[in-house]
């Protein structure tokens, strides 16, 4: 069976995505017997175009990194249009990510699930926000809704809570889950100032549209609510998590943590405790030897405490083009092997 995939969004992870299974098209094919078309894009700036025998992605492709609209398959279907009148099997959600009301992206994964297509994301809001609604509507529909892209990129989390460590109770997760803080952190601690070092981060892609979402810890506490309500089933709201960031963080405390062998990083935390789940965002002086303390600049990593491992960690990319493009490859795959 060809797969038929929509792409909403075709910004940086849009253009990872599609750059991903282009590249990779042969492989797909031979290794786990998956074919596709890419057979619709919405995006607010470059247009909507459909093509039900597949759409050129090179030239999209070429156009985007140009900035120009795209100029072949134009069709005059808004998102919600082109989410239900076209012949596609899966949409990639990847619009911008809305941690208040979860955005426009809330309305097109509702369209979909409901059109009986699979979602795969790696928007936060919809997740964050209102995850038992649409996985309801998801299993009412015979469809997915894929989420792994949500949480620290492609780096597995959901998938690893879900699939390889399925049989274990997972009573803690704590760890990095936010590229920017750590990485300003990192620079912070070699004397670069706050300001300054900011802007490196949205140079470098790290930081959200607005880093307000990054510096005051929300992006972090979407995430914790994720897992919080998928892994552990807290049923709590993202409002529910209290959440500090970074931008009290001062040359002071960092002198004063140095001088404990200490070094500050933003913590994310879901606990089971005999009260139900404890969860939080906030930023600790861990011990220099604690291995959290030796994860560097914009890696994330996160540990899971278990009844039967102990406790798993996993080191990886948080954010980034190809490792956001990879989250949603990754969650492709899982859909087409059932
Ligand atoms: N701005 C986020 C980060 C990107 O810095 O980790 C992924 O949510």
């Known amino acids: 069976m060809k797969h038929k995939i929509g792409i909403l969004g075709f910004g940086t992870v849009g253009q990872g995505l599609a750059e991903i299974l282009l590249s990779k098209k042969e492989e797909l094919k031979s290794k786990y017997g998956y074919e596709f078309d890419i057979v619709a894009v919405g995006d607010f700036k470059f247009g909507n175009v459909y093509n039900a025998n597949g759409l050129d992605i090179p030239s999209m492709l070429k156009e985007a990194s140009v900035g120009k609209k795209f100029s072949k398959d134009i069709t005059d279907w808004d998102n919600i249009n082109l989410i239900k009148n076209s012949d596609t099997s899966v949409w990639c959600e990847l619009t911008f990510t809305d941690l208040v009301n979860g955005g426009p992206a809330v309305d097109h994964v509702k369209t979909a699930l409901k059109a009986g297509k699979h979602i795969v994301t790696s928007n936060k809001g919809p997740a964050a926000l209102c995850y038992p609604e649409m996985k309801k509507i998801a299993d009412e529909n015979n469809c997915k809704f894929m989420i792994e892209g949500t949480v620290v990129a492609g780096t597995p989390v959901i998938n690893l809570a879900d699939g390889p460590l399925a049989g274990c109770k997972i009573t803690k997760i704590r760890g990095i889950l936010n590229g920017t803080t750590n990485y300003m952190l990192t620079e912070m601690e070699k004397g670069m100032p706050y300001d300054e070092v900011l ?32 892994v552990m089933g807290a049923g709590i709201k993202i409002t529910d998590v209290p959440c500090e960031g970074i931008t009290k963080i001062t040359p002071k405390d960092i002198e004063k943590a140095k001088s404990q062998n200490k070094r500050w990083k933003l913590i994310g935390s879901v606990e089971l405790t005999e009260n139900g789940v404890d969860a939080s965002v906030k930023p600790e002086m861990i011990d220099i030897s604690h291995p959290l303390a030796g994860v ?37 795959i899982k859909i087409h092997r059932g």
């Open 199 to 230: 802007k490196v981060a949205q140079s470098k892609g790290y930081a959200e549209a607005d880093p307000t979402g990054d510096v005051e810890g929300y992006d972090a506490r979407g995430k914790v609510t994720i897992l919080a309500n998928i």
């Open 296 to 332: 560097s600049g914009a890696t994330n990593a996160l540990t899971f405490t278990t009844d039967l491992l102990g406790d798993v960690t996993i080191v990886g990319p948080g954010a980034g083009k190809i490792e956001t493009g990879f989250s949603i490859l990754t969650d492709l």
